[in-house]
Each structure stands twice: as C-alpha cells, then as structure tokens.
C-alpha cells in the first residue's frame, strides 16, 4: 500500500514563506493528478490547488498568486511554495493522489499556522 507524507508545515509570520512536500512511499505508475487540500476545524476539507500528470495547474482565488503547486515525477514528490502567507491561511494541510478506477490517496496533514 503506497503511502503519502507531507513536511514542512510550521509556524510563520504573515507575510511569510513555506515550502510543503509530499513524497510517496514507492514510486507510483502515472498518469496520476494530484492537490494539495486544507482544512480548518469545524470547516470541509478545502482543494486548493491541484496539478495534473502533465502538469497543468489549477489554484483557487484566495492562493493563486501566492501559492505554486509543482512536482518531482522522478522522485515521486509533490510540492507547495507559499508565499505572502496570511493569517487565514491556517490549517492542516493534506496532500492527494488520484488515479483513474482506484481509490485517492491521502497523506495524515502538516499544521500550517500564520501568526504574529
């Protein structure tokens, strides 16, 4: 069973930067999409940005600009560049795989806090 983990989550200042990743347990036969989802208490789980097996990119309004989604297909990594991060930013962040007639995967989070 393949799994994923993020990294890289932490505590920042507004206007702040973070890079979060997304490595597989195993290399992953393509052609698979993948995004990057958060979620804050009491709220759905958000998809923010996603990226395909051939690397077209799709951002929702309140990250593009700011975020930039990109992976590594050779080591099996995705990636999220966050720049010019705000306070509503907050949350735990998941990474997901999707691939055609199987289950998405999904990692276990990394805490993303924008705070002064």
């Known amino acids: 069973q393949v799994h994923l983990e993020e990294s890289g989550g932490g505590l920042v200042q507004p206007g702040g930067s973070l890079r979060l990743s997304c490595a597989a347990s195993?290399?992953?036969?393509?052609?698979?999409?993948m995004g990057w989802f958060r979620q804050v208490p009491g709220k759905e789980r958000e998809r923010i940005a996603d990226?395909?097996?051939?690397?077209?990119?799709y951002y929702i309004d309140s990250v593009r600009g700011r975020f930039t989604i990109f992976r590594d297909n050779d080591k099996n990594i995705l990636y999220l560049q966050m720049n010019n991060l705000r306070p509503e930013d907050t949350a735990v962040y998941y990474c997901?795989?999707?691939?055609?007639?199987?289950?998405?995967?999904w990692g276990r989070g990394t805490q993303v806090s924008v705070s002064s």
């Open positions: 997901n795989l999707q691939r055609v007639y199987l289950p998405d995967l």
């Open positions: 195993e290399a992953i036969p393509r052609p698979y999409n």
């Open positions: 990226i395909t097996d051939g690397g077209d990119t």
